[in-house]
């Protein structure tokens, strides 16, 4: 497996088990993120689902077109950062509510026809991804002479996410 799918698979398996992004638009001229869930089915790159409300900022600023999005991720130990361009949509469809509803989802809303229910649907795009699994031991090989550098050759790609 090539460096780059190697660093993808562990975006997409910290992603699944973390689930918390900021999600935003890069044109966004306050360039504010917000923190969202996500979801998204099986072990693939997408699309991702967000559930929020109709009075959410970022929904309105999306409005009925599709949108330029941006993801930015960073896994619960810090071991993974990345950065996934992509296209956002505001995305009523109940079949998907109905496949993605879950207690979590529902502890939000009056229910799945809730009137201020809106899915946010993410198509990645590319990522970039550093992958920092041994900080603490690059710190302890600096103090002993060793050039850090070395350990973080491989960790960093661009990855075509599509």
């Known amino acids: 497996m090539s460096n780059e799918a190697e660093l993808a698979a562990k975006l997409w398996k910290a992603l699944k088990s973390d689930r918390t992004v900021m999600l935003g638009l890069p044109d966004d001229p306050d360039g ?8 998204f089915e099986g072990d693939h790159s997408g699309p991702l ?3 929020t409300s ?6 309105k600023s999306i409005g009925g077109a599709e949108r330029e999005g941006l993801i930015q991720f960073v896994s619960k130990g810090h071991e993974l950062f990345a950065t996934i361009d992509g296209r956002i949509t505001v995305d009523t469809d109940h079949t998907t509510v109905e496949r993605l509803w879950n207690p979590f989802v529902a502890a939000w ?3 799945k026809d809730d009137p201020k229910l809106r899915l946010l ?5 590319h990522a970039q991804i550093w992958l920092n699994e041994h900080s603490l031991f690059a710190g302890v090989k600096m103090l002993l002479g060793r050039d850090p550098k070395q350990d973080y050759e491989g960790k960093v790609a661009k990855v075509e996410l599509t």
């Open 32 to 39: 504010k993120g917000q923190p969202m869930t996500v979801q």
């Open 49 to 51: 689902w967000v559930f």
């Open 54 to 59: 109709d009075d959410n900022d970022l929904v």
């Open 109 to 111: 809303y009056q229910g």
């Open 121 to 125: 649907r993410f198509d990645p795009g």
